[in-house]
């Protein structure tokens, strides 16, 4: 098999969360007198760290984007986490690369306890083997960060045996400071022309694909 190390993105990769994320974008927009209803602006959110979204979008300060972070939670800590769902074929996929002795794992940059909310809600954390997600108290942000984490904690894995799985450029991006290589996916809310110009080594339109290839 090509890797022994699969690194996951969890928005967008395993499930989809645009419902919730989406509203509870709306809800923090909201706070600041903005009324937002288009749904390709509001996508943008999804994948990305929130922080860098309100500022890079909205035009939001630094300071104020903190606090953006805060109103978004106010939905979605107890309603908006819940509006997502498990994309068609990844529960095949994961028990099948589980299956074949390879080991898994997950670095978002969705608050860590909160993606141990999501997976434990869809049975999904028995797959992992480690899970990691930001902390924004202690400067965890990015997907690189996320990534720095996962690392120290599994050190078995290396730019050798390991890819990353995601739907955006920034999970291709994150993996390119440690020399491992990506993977897009197509199922999520990145396009192939955004995974292409990021230099993923492969795109996979289903989770069988993906699955495929990674075993080889």
């Avoid at 606090?67 to 978004?72: A, I, L, S």
């Avoid at 690189?144 to 730019?159: F, G, S």
């Avoid at 492969?202 to 993906?210: A, G, H, R, W, Y």
């Amino acid at each position: 098999m090509k890797y022994q190390h699969i690194i996951f993105d969890l928005d967008g990769t395993l499930t989809d969360s645009g419902p919730g994320i989406r509203n509870a974008v709306r809800h923090a927009l909201k706070k600041y007198g903005i009324e937002e209803n288009d749904t390709e602006k509001l996508n943008r959110f999804i994948g990305p760290p929130l922080y860098d979204s309100f500022m890079r979008f909205y035009g939001i300060s630094e300071k104020e984007a903190a606090k953006g972070e805060n109103y978004f939670r106010e939905y979605y800590r107890d309603t908006g986490i819940f509006e997502n769902s498990v994309y068609d074929g990844i529960i095949n996929c994961l028990e099948t690369l589980n299956e074949s002795g390879v080991k898994l794992y997950i670095a978002t940059s969705k608050p860590d306890f909160m993606a141990e909310r999501v997976l434990c809600h869809f049975d999904l954390k028995k797959y992992f083997t480690d899970v990691c997600g930001a902390d924004i108290e202690n400067g965890r942000c990015s997907k690189k960060d996320v990534l720095a984490l996962l690392l120290n904690n599994n050190p078995e894995i290396n730019c050798e045996n390991a890819v990353m799985v995601g739907d955006r450029e920034h999970d291709i991006f994150g993996a390119e400071n440690f020399g491992i290589k990506g993977i897009g996916v197509l199922w999520g809310y990145g396009s192939e022309k955004e995974l292409k110009d990021a230099g993923a080594a492969f795109i996979s339109e289903t989770p069988e694909k993906l699955y495929k290839y990674i075993l080889g």
